[in-house]
């Protein structure tokens, strides 16, 4: 089971980028989805988070700037971002409350995390 991010790059404040992360491999269902970021010399924060039917909650840093979606058909959850601050540069990380099936077929359920994609906001 993998979750692969892509999206990232270097964008001039006030500009917008838009994050995806499809999740492959044997899954059964996922559920929760998520995004976090985590910058130089910083904790990881919680951006957003969507459940599997699309009720979604946001950091107060992020709110009215960034929207979180998903295709549960794809496996895929995306982020939104506009109006970027050069504070908002970080590594964003997805996750995913997921369940997947072993080789010999066993049912497990796991938090599977992305690798991150970068996001640099600057001029």
């Known amino acids: 089971v993998q979750l692969q991010a892509s999206g990232g790059g270097l964008v001039q404040p006030g500009g917008s980028l838009t994050l995806s992360c499809a999740a492959s491999?044997?899954?059964?269902?996922?559920?929760?989805m998520g995004w976090s970021r985590q910058a130089p010399g910083k904790q990881r924060e919680l951006v957003a988070t969507?459940?599997?039917?699309?009720?979604?909650n946001y950091a107060d840093s992020v709110k009215g700037r960034f929207t979180i979606s998903r295709d549960n058909a794809k496996n895929t959850v995306y982020l939104q971002m506009n109006s970027l601050y050069p504070e908002d540069t970080a590594v964003y990380l997805c996750?995913?409350?997921?369940?997947?099936?072993?080789?010999?077929?066993?049912?497990?359920?796991?938090?599977?995390w992305g690798q991150g994609t970068q996001v640099t906001v600057s001029s």
């Open positions: 996750n995913a409350d997921l369940v997947y099936t072993t080789e010999e077929g066993t049912p497990i359920a796991l938090v599977k």
């Open positions: 491999g044997s899954i059964v269902s996922v559920w929760a």
């Open positions: 969507i459940t599997r039917g699309g009720d979604a």
